[in-house]
């Protein structure tokens, strides 16, 4: 995924100043538009969701979807 993303332009890896066993890896300019508008979008869908959904629904939704992240990180 990571050697998609640095062919992509979205990341790259540079040396560790300290350890040239360790790369790290940054978001190029392409990488960080890529995210500001992936954080537009959420934000859309959320603000419409907000808007059509009583919000005592989505007090149940949130503790539902971090749930439903923990089970995906395991």
């Known amino acids: ?3 998609n993303l640095e062919r992509d332009g979205y990341i790259e890896r540079k040396q560790d100043k ?13 990488g960080k538009e890529q995210v500001n508008e992936m954080k537009k979008s959420f934000d859309s869908i959320l603000e419409k969701l907000s808007k059509r959904v009583d919000e005592s629904l ?17």
Do not use: C, G, H
């Open 58 to 74: 989505l007090d149940q939704l949130v503790p539902l979807l971090k749930e439903l992240n923990q089970e995906i990180k395991k």
């Open 1 to 3: 995924m990571l050697k």
């Open 18 to 30: 300290k350890s040239a066993r360790i790369k790290r890896i940054y978001l190029t300019d392409l």
